[in-house]
């Protein structure tokens, strides 16, 4: 700022950012047009207040005010995020393809809002999924801004979820809530809707299939899903769309998007075994989810050479061991073009720990290996977890499609449901497992 002397007397709007404790009064840090300066108070002022100072400039590098009069002013804030935003200078993306040039305008936005929300110091709290997806998806949006991360561990929103992260953001003024990996689907509709009745601005980035009960509940949303014929939308993974958005936003973030689609399998991009490596390694991690891993841990066991190397070891003896077990215990039903493999978890799975059931049936499916149509259906206490390979999908065979039927035939036991085309899963109320097989069964046979 220039054009000011000492003594000079000045007003001020903008908002507040930060404060440090004084002996005799609270120093602020306040964001204006004009850029930062700090002033002097021994009022008390939250973070994320819209302000107007009065005062005499008592420094000039840096500029500081001691305040006279500070007085509340609605918009400023609006105004700022605008000022901002329009002036972000964003780069290219990863990579330019059918979705991120359809995409463009909202992949932008996303940007702006994440860089408005650095500039301005604001409380983030940013929820992914526990896999290497959501994990990368997290770390590459870390590395431009600070957030409260949270480990959400279920692709459907619950109400518990809802309620812990209100009380979190409660008392912050503009709080921003960013919610990867999941999410978008119905039965997180009205956990969503609770997070914008109590004052919290959502961002939605999610490639799970979306039901269009969500579509007006996020501030931003961001799903392949939006595009009309995009060839296997689910292949543009959660923690590659944070990539990109990370990209533009001037983060090296290729090594993340790599990651990202080597958890989901995903074929979008050129893979290494080193991606393939690191995201069964967070895989590993975000598996033993009681124990509060979180985003430093992750990218601090990325780092260390001899302690990766322990982890993937030790992830790989642990699927390796499962699917043995899995392979006794698996039933085969072969009818027609189609070959259906059953598999009970409850006696190989121990909850918290890796590998997960999802892992587990992921890994008998690549095991069979069979060039014809296979299914695995695996189930435990309340939940079905199901895969297929290509040449089901190729067959016409599409779970979110099938699992929408089983919604409607069996509404008063299916709590949630749903996933991919390939790969989905099914909560249900306890002791309607054998059901909801028998009738999925019959589904695929029939389809």
């Avoid at 002996?23 to 107007?52: C, H, M, P, Q, W």
């Avoid at 990325?302 to 392979?327: G, M, P």
Wanted: neutral net charge; proline residues 2%; glycine residues 6%.
């Amino acid at each position: 700022m220039k054009g000011y002397a000492i003594g000079d007397a000045v007003s001020f709007e903008g908002v507040v950012i930060g404060s440090r404790y004084g002996r005799n009064a609270t120093e602020y840090i306040l964001y204006t047009k004009e850029g930062k300066l700090s002033f002097f108070s021994d009022a008390t002022i939250a973070k994320g207040a819209e302000v107007i100072v009065e005062g005499k400039i008592s420094s000039i590098l840096p500029l500081c005010v001691n305040a006279i009069a500070i007085s509340e002013k609605e918009g400023v804030y609006e105004k700022l995020v605008s000022s901002i935003e329009g002036n972000a200078r964003l780069g290219d993306f990863l990579f330019k393809n059918e979705l991120t040039t359809k995409l463009d305008d909202r992949f932008r936005a996303i940007a702006k809002r994440l860089y408005s929300a650095k500039e301005l110091n604001r409380f983030v709290l940013l929820r992914f999924h526990n896999d290497a997806d959501g994990v990368a998806g997290a770390m590459v949006l870390n590395d431009f801004l600070n957030f409260r991360a949270v480990q959400q561990n279920s692709a459907v929103y619950q109400q518990r979820e809802a309620v812990n992260d209100m009380s979190t953001f409660y008392y912050e003024k503009k709080p921003l809530v960013v919610l990867l990996d999941f999410g978008s689907n119905d039965k997180s509709a009205k956990q969503l809707e609770l997070l914008r009745a109590a004052g919290a601005e959502i961002i939605l980035i999610d490639h799970h299939p979306l039901d269009k009960e969500i579509l007006s509940i996020p501030h931003f949303f961001l799903s392949p899903w939006l595009v009309d014929g995009l060839e296997n939308p689910s292949s543009y993974t959660a923690g590659y769309l944070a990539a990109e958005i990370a990209k533009i936003l001037g983060v090296d973030s290729a090594k993340y998007a790599r990651i990202a689609c080597a958890g989901d399998k995903s074929n979008l991009l050129e893979l290494s075994e080193d991606d393939r490596a690191a995201a069964l390694v967070l895989d590993y991690l975000a598996g033993h989810s009681r124990y509060g891993n979180n985003l430093a841990f992750y990218r601090d066991v990325l780092s260390r050479s001899d302690l990766f190397n322990s982890i993937l070891a030790q992830a790989r003896e642990s699927i390796n061991e499962a699917v043995e077990k899995a392979k006794a215990r698996l039933k085969k039903i072969e009818k027609g073009e189609i070959t259906i493999y059953v598999l009970p978890l409850s006696s190989i799975v121990k909850k918290g720990e890796f590998p997960n059931s999802s892992k587990i049936v992921s890994a008998i499916l690549e095991s069979v290996n069979e060039d014809k149509p296979i299914v695995v259906i695996g189930y435990r206490e309340a939940a079905l977890i199901l895969r297929a390979n290509k040449k089901a999908k190729e067959k016409g065979i599409d779970f979110s499609k099938l699992i929408a039927k089983l919604n409607l035939r069996f509404n008063d036991f299916v709590y949630s449901g749903g996933g991919h085309a390939v790969a989905a899963a099914i909560h249900t109320q306890k002791g309607y497992e054998q059901s909801l097989i028998n009738a999925l069964i019959e589904e695929l046979i029939s389809g």
